[in-house]
């Protein structure tokens, strides 16, 4: 018997492996988040977040990912992504 792939064999394979992919980046933020959670209560504060976050637009990235602007994290606002800033236009050369 001749094997023969399929569109729809590709495609449930390629999405299954995007489910791993996600269930695996889902878990590594999650473990992030509870090393955050200093205090374990559930979300992380800016003092939390910017004591084990050591870039120079930590404060920035905190508060675009705080969607509800209460001062505080939750698992899901963590996990959200973050719209990337459009880059500003470089002048134009004279």
């Known amino acids: 018997m001749k094997k023969t792939t ?3 064999t590709i495609v449930a394979v390629t999405l ?8 695996q980046a889902v878990n590594k933020k999650k473990q992030q988040f509870e090393k955050l959670d200093d205090d374990k209560n559930g979300a992380v ?3 939390e977040y910017t004591s084990l976050v050591k870039t120079p637009e930590r404060t ?4 675009s990912k705080d969607a509800d602007k209460n001062g505080s994290l ?5 996990c959200a992504p973050v719209a990337k800033k459009p880059k500003k236009e470089k002048p134009a050369a004279e």
Do not use: D, K, Q, R
């Open 16 to 23: 299954m492996g995007s489910a791993v992919c996600n269930a």
């Open 45 to 47: 504060s800016l003092e």
């Open 6 to 8: 399929t569109l729809a």
């Open 60 to 63: 920035e990235a905190f508060t």
């Open 74 to 78: 939750t698992l899901e606002e963590f």
